[in-house]
């Protein structure tokens, strides 16, 4: 009959052969009385429920993780927020930060700039999107309609060369840009701040 020692039941499996690459192989154990079943049974729901127990006690750990750093993950990410605005607000005054035609410009910390996002099909002034599919049908380009008969933007911005064909169904593509602030590494030099008074 296996016996109990802490949390591990010693099932007497027995080792019968020994292969290359240490693998071992056991006899199968079979539990021959109803008493044993019951044994069994009882080792199988306690470590169910040490299982549970572990994981409530892990969940518990990892919250108290998280809860101890929100509070200044939160700050940090607002002082992030309202300096990277203040940051963009002083590039949005002097263009001339950058040099012609970047959109970047390295800083001794960061480098900053903005982002080209995806290409996007917006309606021109005046246009509505029921008004471009009618265009577009009244044209007969199937190409810029899906089978539901909805304007297809995604074609749209594929043909974004083709300006002219869009002005005549009032789309334009509008790419949007996003300023950034990308750190640089710096564990081989100290931060320094320095104000020029230049």
């Known amino acids: 009959m296996p016996s109990f020692t ?21 006899e199968k154990y079979e539990i021959p009385t109803q008493a044993e079943l019951q044994m069994a049974v009882a080792t199988v729901a306690r470590d169910m429920l040490i299982e549970r127990e572990t994981k409530n006690a892990m969940d518990a750990e990892l919250q108290a993780v998280r809860d101890r750093y929100a509070r200044e993950l939160a700050e940090l990410a607002e002082r992030i927020e309202q300096r990277t605005e203040l940051v963009e607000e002083y590039c949005a005054r002097h263009p001339d930060l950058f ?12 480098t900053i700039g903005y982002r080209t996002g995806q290409p996007a099909a917006k309606t021109k002034r005046g246009w509505t999107w029921s008004a471009v599919l009618e265009a577009i049908k009244d044209r ?21 060369d083709q300006t002219d064909r869009l002005d005549k169904i ?16 710096l564990s081989e030099q100290p931060l320094a701040i320095t104000t020029d008074a230049a």
């Open 170 to 185: 009032g789309v334009v593509i509008d790419q949007a840009e996003r300023f950034f602030i990308e750190p640089k590494d």
């Open 140 to 160: 007969k380009w199937t190409e810029f309609l899906r089978v539901k008969e909805e304007v297809n933007k995604d074609a749209l911005v594929a043909a974004r």
């Open 6 to 26: 802490g949390r591990q039941c010693n099932w007497p499996l027995r080792r019968t052969d020994i292969m290359p690459r240490k693998t071992i192989t056991l």
């Open 99 to 110: 040099p012609k035609d970047r959109r970047s410009v390295e800083l001794p910390h960061a």
